[in-house]
């Protein structure tokens, strides 16, 4: 069993930061691939930024610049740093690992305004 516990979201005025975290527990032996979707009511879930274990990050072409994405392999954590936030980046974000089956967080709002 694996589990994906989130923590970081919260209010955040327009031009803010915030952090997520994301860190796995459970029967893991290798970590693949981590990352964070988004969801807002009405449209479809969107791939925020993903990190596999041997190459480089990639990002949605909304988020490109501002959010970067690490992962602590000695942890088994993702993070996403989130900066110049604007009202668009107002959704649910749910962080997976491919391990290699993959396993989803329980999602974490984030709230973008004044």
């Known amino acids: 069993q694996v589990q994906l516990v989130e923590s970081g979201g919260g209010l955040v005025q327009p031009g803010g930061s915030l952090r997520l975290s994301c860190a796995a527990s459970?029967?893991?032996?290798?970590?693949?691939?981590m990352g964070w979707y988004r969801q807002t009511p009405g449209k479809q879930r969107e791939l925020v930024a993903h990190?596999?274990?041997?190459?480089?990050?990639t990002y949605a072409d909304s988020v490109q610049g501002r959010f970067t994405i690490s992962m602590d392999n000695a942890k088994n954590t993702v993070y996403l740093q989130m900066n110049s936030l604007t009202s668009e980046d107002t959704a649910v974000y749910y962080c997976?690992?491919?391990?290699?089956?993959?396993?989803w967080g329980q999602g974490t709002q984030v709230t973008v305004s004044s």
């Open positions: 459970g029967s893991i032996f290798t970590i693949y691939a």
């Open positions: 997976y690992a491919a391990i290699p089956e993959v396993y």
């Open positions: 990190i596999p274990s041997d190459r480089s990050p």
